[in-house]
């Protein structure tokens, strides 16, 4: 089956401009995962997503973050506007269900100049 | 947040020595899980054990867990250059969302 698919795979930015970032899950998988890695770190949970429905977005910055997961399928990241800290790796991930093993994309490596 | 910590932060090994890498970790759990990355990619899924098991193996990889310690290890046996790459626990800690809180990883480098 096809894994996690996720665009653009870099994106160079200068600050205060906006960027998104899209995800395909693998077909069928009910959850989704948007994470953030700085280098170095290990994956940090910025928003989980049942369907449709946002499940967990305690560590989202929601005054420069958003995320939506329209029709239960693809999702997309935003941010606006960047911050020279925003610089890491976003990684999308999905799961047949909540709790079941997560399958990760390629990942999105975003420099914010 | 309650990240977990591996520890060595970094290990380098020549190829066909076994590498272990240690896990630690805060707060109860349901079963710690095994992740690697190799540079600048997506993470793979190892191995899960759970947290009534106290061993487990999967081809050349065991992992061991001691919820007493609240300690993981991971074992690479025999290890090939193709195992460098960074290698990350995780766990989840309870609650309906099952989110899943990474430890900062360990670097394996495996030298030919």
């Known amino acids: 089956e096809a894994g996690v698919a996720q665009s653009p795979r870099y994106k160079i930015i200068e600050k205060r401009q906006s960027v998104a970032f899209w995800c395909n899950p693998i077909s069928g998988h009910a959850t989704l995962y948007w994470y953030q890695q700085i280098l170095g770190q290990g994956p940090k949970l910025l928003i989980q997503f049942q369907n449709n429905g946002v499940v967990d977005d305690s560590q989202l910055p929601k005054d420069r973050f958003s995320a939506e997961r329209l029709k239960g399928v693809d999702s997309t990241l935003k941010i606006q506007p960047a911050k020279l800290e925003d610089s890491a790796m976003y990684l999308c991930a999905s799961s047949r269900d909540l709790g079941e093993t997560q399958y990760f994309g390629p990942g999105t490596r975003l420099l914010v100049l | 947040s309650q990240q977990g910590e591996e520890d060595p932060q970094a290990l380098s090994i020549q190829e066909g020595e076994n590498a272990t890498m240690n896990c630690s970790y805060k707060?109860?759990?349901?079963?710690l899980q095994w992740y690697r990355q190799n540079s600048g990619r997506g993470l793979v899924h190892l191995i899960l054990i759970r947290s009534n098991e106290r061993e487990k193996h999967s081809g050349r990889l065991r992992v061991t867990l001691d919820t007493s310690k609240k300690s993981s290890s991971l074992l690479i046996t025999a290890s090939r250059a193709a195992d460098t790459a960074s290698y990350f626990c995780?766990?989840?800690?309870?609650?309906?969302?099952?989110?899943?809180?990474f430890g900062k990883g360990t670097l394996l480098t495996v030298n030919p």
């Open positions: 995780a766990y989840f800690s309870g609650g309906s969302n099952y989110k899943l809180t």
């Open positions: 707060t109860s759990i349901n079963n």
